[in-house]
């Protein structure tokens, strides 16, 4: 009986519990929706207030000291928040100095060190970014039971976030925090210090990226490869100089991983202007031209084709001929999709002595590529198309004039007559002989002009789909042209051939 | 006579008491875990350098594969969805797998596609393929059209075709958010060892305004049952799954939005067509055959990728969604027994193995056992009134602290309701669910039990309403 008691006043605590804990959530729920109110509001009266004063600092129309004053005055963290998203939001390369002076003068950099250093460090690190001093080339990540608590994420989190907002200050002052991070116990810390590198992109984080890097490789870091391997990326074409002491590294994956960054950031750069090798250190130039096709190690001869083709001269011309032969099928593959630039016409002979290398995928790499050279390589492709053998190779042209959207081309040729007809007959009949009629048939069915879709009609003629067929009776029904002319008599002729097979 | 009935009505209360004190216990250490990494996640994805991704060049490509069978109500807007994705590079690849409806014919038209024959090397088994439709001018989509062979089959399919290192299955009546996939893939760029698998959120997207492919305005259903729905999605994705990857012994990824590492995946078999819920079984797969091969490897789930999904609008379908989940548990528990507690599978064997296989997949029994019976011997005088009151507790009032909390947790990170009367719609559907709804959800997974046991292993069709209806503006492609 007692235990039944017991029982019914702990159910009686446990609901009253559970309601109060309910009601607790809820009455949080409100306390956060109206918090992040009040928060939203002071946010943008802050931003209202402070935007004059911002816009003006930009334009250089008040120094440094006078800005610290007008915008010291932002006391709450909604006001601290919105004054640094604005100055931030306006930051570029010419002002950025000058705003940083403004975090250091508000006080908000000592705030963000103290939280990822320590009060005890942030002295002399303030002092040492003031001075623009130049971060020592060292990654030893610190050891001991602080650091192993500092690890946890409760408390890793938030100095992460701190040491974000230090590396956007500019590189020069930023650099001796982000360098500093690159010791925190913690891995998300460090990666937030490495992104930061990347995104400052000042030569002095170089060396430490690549410590980085090469701790990474030897798969003794916490941060991961492509971390690193991104924030290299980040780099200009101007900082290339700085990666020619490492091309030559003693460990090999350590040169193909520089050789892979040097290759991203050349396509990066590409894509906004067309690079040659006036664009390029010479010393990397001659390293690439000389070493690196030479590489002991085939992954390092493979990327280095792409960087060279940049260079678009006659040296370059010559090495990526030499790299198309490489007694290694991963090179030769990377070598043939580097080819693929106009300017590498010269090439095109060698590419399609590729479309019968051993290895399938360095066919299907110079299939692309003969495709991009417009109807030089194209007309090379079709011509192998017809006279090869190899349906592995067959299979990769047709996919090709298929997803390119060559098969226009084809049509178009076809209509204007000559001998790139014949060369396109030749190819449609190939492919309706190989089952790839799809497109033709649509081609029959939704083209306006008589010519090529009798031609085509012709083609699809020598292995009819049901497919093609169905359109063939929708045209001898609705065309009183030469067109339905063709498809009534291919028709009766298919009947003829069919009763005949019947028969036999 | 009157004594024995009495004596196994206290024998069976006894075993009720014992699951629901061992499942609230599991799910309160959960819970605790579940708090600790949703809001840590949420601190950090503030900083987390999203655009750095987008403009790395390092960033792995991923293929998007959707498996469709009768969805052209929601294609088009699944589809455009994708093609808006914020993520460098993209494979968008849609599988009919033999649809009788205009699914085919609807992308055709929206997308200009053309058929054409393309190469195909079925890696993974799966059914024949007929055609393949692709627009050269929209390189990143391609149209599978297959004999009809369930979804895992689809998928297989879609792998076969897939040219990236990693592949994210996506639903086809699933409105995926612009930096969902980029949010998905950054564990793994951030990973040391290999990422195989990355899950994100499923939410319910009954009730949300679409426009283009994009949910722009975010309300709570109409309906009670899809409001229940809604809490109940928002407590296993926020406090179940995160407290699990908190272990490291991730069970279930939803096949609605799950990022996975082809080549393992094709490695282990591809997905496999002999359970109805390929996506718990894929992970079962996918952890034995990394540690029967010594690989080193990782699973994560993060909270804030999230995906937008249609939920059943009635009964008899949600009758019929549970039933096939809880047969393809049943299937996948089963099919993987010797996992369970094993500790060659780490936490995974030791812990959630055996959680998922006595608590998930056999406790609905008990649970719907017990909805029954505890009244029952209540009411007959069996079981006195101070312990019918603590099962009672246990069974709606904790119940009912798990969901308000879960909805606490949503509000204080990903927060996706942003309007009061929404929020204070969940919460009171937060302590309803508890009465009523997850009882006759419990009814339903142990139809799926029996089902299993008696051996009606087939797939059992969810029809849904489809986006049309509540997308705003479709502009042209």
């Not at chain 2, 009768?70 to 590079?89: F, K, W």
Request: net charge neutral; proline share 3%; hydrophobic share 45%.
């Amino acid at each position: 009986m007692l235990f039944i008691e017991d029982l019914a006043s702990l159910v009686l605590w446990l609901l009253a519990t559970v309601v109060s804990v309910n009601l607790l959530f809820l009455m949080f729920i409100f306390y956060r929706r109206l918090g992040r109110k009040r928060y939203y509001e002071d946010k943008d009266a802050a931003r209202s207030r402070y935007t004059r004063v911002i816009s003006e600092f930009v334009d250089n129309e008040i120094n440094v000291e006078r800005a610290i004053v007008l915008l010291d005055e932002a006391s709450t963290r909604a006001e601290h928040d919105a004054v640094q998203e604005m100055l931030l939001a306006q930051e570029d390369a010419n002002n950025a100095e000058r705003i940083s002076q403004v975090f250091f003068g508000l006080g908000y950099v000592e705030r963000w060190s103290r939280q990822v250093f320590g009060r005890r460090r942030t002295k002399a690190l303030i002092e040492r970014s003031m001075r623009r001093e130049k971060a020592s080339i060292s990654t030893t990540v610190d050891r001991g039971v602080l650091a192993s608590i500092g690890k946890i994420r409760v408390f890793a989190v938030p100095r992460a976030m701190a040491l974000e907002a230090l590396g956007r200050l500019a590189p020069e002052y930023a650099q001796v925090f982000i360098a500093e991070g690159l010791h925190d116990a913690s891995p998300e810390v460090r990666r937030v210090a490495i992104a930061a590198m990347g995104r400052n992109r000042h030569p002095a984080a170089i060396p430490l990226l690549f410590e980085e890097l090469l701790k990474a490789v030897e798969m003794k870091n916490d941060v991961s490869l492509r971390s690193t391997k991104s924030a290299l990326v980040c780099y200009t074409m101007e900082d290339l100089g700085h990666f020619v002491p490492y091309l030559s590294h003693p460990n090999r994956r350590m040169r193909f991983f520089v050789v892979d960054t040097v290759r991203e950031i050349c396509n990066k750069a590409s894509r906004n202007m067309l690079l040659n090798k006036n664009d390029f250190p010479q010393e990397l130039y001659d390293a690439f031209l000389e070493s690196a096709t030479r590489d002991e190690f085939a992954d390092v001869r493979a990327r280095c084709g792409a960087v060279i083709k940049h260079f678009r001269d006659k040296r370059a011309l010559a090495a990526l001929r030499a790299l198309l032969t490489d007694e290694n099928d991963f090179v030769r593959l990377h070598s043939v999709r580097a080819c693929q630039d106009r300017y590498y016409a010269e090439l095109v002979p060698d590419m399609v002595r590729r479309l019968s290398d051993t290895r399938w995928r360095v066919r299907e790499a110079a299939v692309k590529a003969l495709a991009s050279f417009g109807t030089s390589g194209s007309n090379e492709l079709y011509k192998y198309f017809i006279n090869t053998k190899d349906q592995y190779v067959s299979e990769q042209i047709s996919e090709e004039i298929q997803r390119s959207g060559l098969t226009a081309d084809m049509v178009a040729a076809l209509a204007h007559g000559g001998e790139d007809r014949d060369l396109a007959m030749a190819v449609a009949k190939k492919l309706v002989l190989m089952g790839k009629a799809s497109l033709l048939t649509a081609a029959v069915a939704g083209l306006t002009q008589p010519e090529p879709r009798i031609l085509l009609m012709d083609a699809l003629m020598l292995a009819p789909t049901e497919e093609f067929l169905a359109v063939m009776e929708v045209i001898a029904n609705n065309d009183g042209g030469p067109v339905g002319d063709k498809a009534r008599s291919l028709l009766q002729a298919a009947e003829q051939r069919a009763v005949g097979a019947g028969t036999n | 006579m009157h004594s024995a009935v009495l004596h196994f009505f206290d024998y069976v209360n006894a075993i009720i008491l014992v699951y629901f004190l061992v499942t609230n216990v599991v799910y309160t250490v959960l819970m605790v875990f579940s708090l600790y990494t949703v809001s840590m996640h949420a601190k950090s994805a503030a900083h987390g350098a999203y655009a750095d991704l987008l403009e790395s060049p390092v960033t792995p490509p991923v293929a998007l594969i959707v498996p469709a069978h009768n969805e052209e109500d929601a294609i088009v807007q699944t589809v455009m969805s994708l093609l808006e994705i914020q993520y460098p590079e993209k494979e968008v690849i849609v599988v009919d797998d033999g649809s009788t409806d205009g699914t085919v014919d609807k992308l055709v038209q929206k997308f200009h596609l053309l058929r054409m024959d393309l190469i195909y090397r079925p890696q993974a088994t799966c059914k024949p393929v007929f055609a393949f439709y692709f627009n050269p001018e929209r390189p990143e989509l391609i149209l599978i059209s297959k004999e009809n062979g369930g979804k895992a089959d689809a998928l297989n399919a879609g792998i076969n075709m897939a040219r990236s290192p990693y592949f994210c299955t996506v639903d086809a009546d699933s409105i995926i958010e612009p930096q969902a996939l980029l949010r998905l893939m950054a564990p793994v760029v951030e990973s040391t060892v290999n990422t195989i698998v990355s899950g994100g959120v499923v939410r319910i997207a009954n009730g949300c305004t679409l426009r283009n492919g994009r949910i722009v305005d975010v309300n709570l259903p109409k309906t009670w049952l899809e409001r229940c729905q809604v809490v109940e999605y928002i407590r296993t994705f926020l406090f179940g799954r995160p407290g699990w990857n908190f272990l490291n012994a991730t069970f279930i990824c939803s096949g609605a939005f799950c990022l996975l590492h082809r080549e393992t995946v094709l490695e282990a078999g591809g997905f496999s067509r002999d359970t109805v819920t390929e996506d718990i079984d894929i992970i079962a797969t996918l952890h034995r055959f990394c540690k029967k091969n010594h690989r080193q490897y990782r699973m994560v789930f993060t909270t804030d990728p999230i995906c937008w999904t249609e939920a059943p609008h009635t009964v008899g379908m949600l009758a019929r969604q549970r039933r096939r989940w809880q047969l393809g548990l049943m299937q996948t528990v089963m099919k993987h027994n010797d996992m369970i507690f094993s500790p060659r599978y780490g936490m995974m064997g030791l812990a959630s193995m055996p959680f998922h296989a006595y608590v998930e997949a056999l406790g609905c029994v008990i649970e719907a056992f017990g909805t029954i019976l505890i009244p029952f011997t209540f009411l007959v005088g069996a079981m006195p009134f101070s312990l019918f009151l603590l099962l009672m507790f246990l069974a709606f009032g904790y119940g009912t602290l798990l969901s308000v909390g879960s909805v606490l947790l949503e509000e204080t990170t990903l927060r996706r309701y942003p309007k009061v009367r929404d929020v204070l719609m969940l919460v009171l559907f937060a302590m309803i669910e508890n009465v009523g709804y997850r009882q006759m959800v419990t009814l339903f997974r142990a139809q799926g039990v029996i089902q299993y046991f008696t051996g009606l292993n087939k797939w059992e069709l969810v029809v849904h309403k489809g986006f049309e209806s509540r997308v705003l503006v479709e502009d042209e492609v």
